[in-house]
């Protein structure tokens, strides 16, 4: 499957969403997507930024939901 192009805005805010959980390398990912679900990033952006899988994304906001 062919990648998509990213916008210059787009890459702007996937940029820093990685620099803000970049001092994070303890956190778990469900601390992560709490942090990241912050700039409104698709599961796939997540993931991408979070080195795992979309599914693995979604059951962490699962999670987050049941926690609340």
């Known amino acids: 499957m062919a990648k998509r192009p990213i916008s210059e805005e787009r890459q702007a805010v ?3 969403a990685y620099l803000c959980i970049a001092t994070e390398k303890d956190a778990n990912l469900i601390r992560k997507v709490n942090i990241l679900d ?3 990033l698709t599961d796939d952006e997540l993931a991408l930024i979070c080195e795992c899988k979309s599914q693995s994304i979604r059951d962490a906001r699962q999670k987050i939901k049941k926690k609340k």
């Open 14 to 16: 996937l940029m820093l």
């Open 38 to 40: 912050r700039f409104g």
